[in-house]
C-alpha cells in the first residue's frame, strides 16, 4: 500500500512510519514540524525505497490537495495531533485548531481524493485517537467501543470532536473509515515532557521526580511499537465504520510506574541511587482523570491481536533506550516549555 501518514515525526507517527516501511509499504510522511516533531526520529528509513517527506500542516487545505494529488494514497493514517493535556490547559486555542479544524481538512482533502479515484473501496481513513475521551473511571470496568464520551480536558473534547467529525464523514458521505482509541504510550522516542521520559531523565540528572497528586491515578500502559503493529492491522483488517480499542493490557497506578523506572535505572544506571529517593508529589492538575483502563476484546476477537510487550519489559527497553540515545534527547530539552511544570490552569 501507498499511506499518507500525519504527524510521522511524532513519538507515535514515526513508529508507524518504521514499521510500515519494514512491512514494504510505501510511505508519504507529512508533518508540520512543530516544538514535539522531530525528523530523527524517522532517520533509519529516510533513505528507504518508497519514503518521502512532505513538510505541510493539516490545517492548510491546498498543501492537503497538492499531496493527494501527487501521491495518490492508497490509505490515510491519521496521527498527527496536539497532545499533551497540560498544555491543553494553557492554551487551548491551538488544539481546538489542530486537532478539530486540521481533522476537517483532512477529511475533505481524503474525500475529495477518493471520489475522484472513483471511490475505490479499498480505501482506508484511519483516524487515531485516545482512551481520554471517555472520560475517568471509577476502581472497576474498563472503556470498551461503545462507552459514551466525557473527555474532561481541552485536548480530550478535541480529541472527541474529531472521532465524531470522522464518524459523520463515514455516515454521510461514505467515506470508508477505521478508527482507534489507545490507552498510554510510552517507548524510544518519547519527547521528554511526558511522565516517562520525564522519569527517567530527572533520575539521570539527579533531580526531584514530579509525581501529581498522591499518585494514586491508574494508566493502561501501552509499547509504541505494539501500538504501531496494532494501528497497521486494523488499517488493513478492520472494518469500514468500526472503531477498535487498543490497549497494553498492563494497568499501573503512576507511582508504582515511577518506582518500577526508578527500579530499572538503579539496575542500568546505578550512580546515585536508589533512584526513588528522587520522588516528589507535587499538586495535581485541574481535572485529571483518576483512572483509565481499555476492554481490547474486540481487536483481539475480530482481528487477532494482542499487545506482545509486557509493561516490564516495555520500560527496561526504554530506560535502556534513553541511557544510550543522549544525542536524540538532549538538544530537545532546550524546547519550548520542556522541563516546566505547565496546565496550573
Known amino acids: 500500500m501507498k499511506i499518507l501518514v500525519t504527524g510521522g515525526a511524532g513519538f507515535i507517527g514515526s513508529a508507524v512510519v518504521r514499521q510500515a516501511i519494514r512491512a514494504g509499504h510505501e510511505v508519504v510522511n507529512l508533518d508540520a514540524l512543530t516544538y514535539a516533531a522531530n525528523l530523527a526520529n524517522v532517520a533509519s528509513v529516510s533513505n528507504a525505497p518508497g519514503y518521502v517527506f512532505e513538510h505541510a500542516d493539516i490545517r492548510d487545505r491546498p498543501a492537503l490537495d497538492r499531496i493527494f494529488a501527487l501521491h495518490r494514497p492508497d490509505a490515510v493514517m491519521h496521527l498527527a495531533a496536539e497532545s499533551h ?3 491543553s490547559i494553557d492554551g487551548p486555542g491551538a488544539f481546538i485548531d489542530t486537532n478539530v479544524t486540521g481533522t476537517f481538512n483532512l477529511l475533505e482533502a481524503a474525500r475529495a481524493h477518493w471520489t475522484h479515484e472513483g471511490r475505490p473501496d479499498a ?4 483516524h487515531v485517537s485516545t482512551d481520554e475521551v471517555f472520560g475517568s473511571l471509577g476502581e472497576g470496568g474498563q472503556f470498551t467501543e461503545d ?3 466525557d473527555p474532561r480536558s481541552p485536548y480530550s473534547a478535541s480529541k472527541a470532536a474529531s472521532d465524531h467529525l470522522v464518524r459523520a464523514w463515514h455516515e454521510t458521505y461514505g467515506l470508508p473509515v477505521v478508527m482507534t482509541n489507545c490507552s498510554n504510550n510510552y517507548g524510544p522516542f518519547h519527547f521528554p515532557e511526558k511522565l ?7 533520575a539521570l540528572s539527579g533531580q526531584p521526580i514530579p509525581v501529581y497528586g ?3 491515578h491508574v494508566r493502561d500502559w501501552l509499547y509504541v511499537e505494539d501500538h ?6 486494523v488499517l488493513q483488517n478492520g472494518e469500514p465504520g468500526r472503531s477498535y480499542n487498543i490497549g497494553g493490557e498492563n494497568e499501573a497506578r503512576n507511582i508504582d510506574l515511577v518506582l518500577t523506572i526508578c527500579a530499572h535505572m538503579d539496575a542500568l544506571h546505578p550512580q546515585g541511587e536508589p533512584h526513588a529517593d528522587l520522588i516528589t508529589f507535587v499538586p495535581d492538575r485541574p481535572g485529571h482523570d483518576r483512572r483509565y483502563a481499555i476492554d481490547p476484546a474486540r481487536i483481539r476477537d475480530e482481528l487477532g491481536w494482542r499487545p506482545s510487550v509486557t509493561v516490564e519489559e516495555g520500560l527496561r527497553r526504554t530506560v535502556a533506550w534513553y541511557l544510550d540515545n543522549e544525542d536524540w534527547w538532549r538538544p530537545l530539552l532546550a524546547r ?8 496550573h490552569g
Open 228 to 233: 504501531a503493529d496494532a494501528l497497521l492491522t
Open 123 to 126: 480505501f482506508r481513513f484511519q
Open 147 to 149: 462507552s459514551p464520551y
Open 336 to 343: 519550548d516549555g520542556v522541563g516546566k511544570r505547565l496546565g
Open 214 to 216: 498522591d499518585g494514586g
Open 196 to 202: 516517562v521520559p520525564v522519569v527517567i531523565l530527572k
Open 85 to 87: 493535556v497540560d498544555r
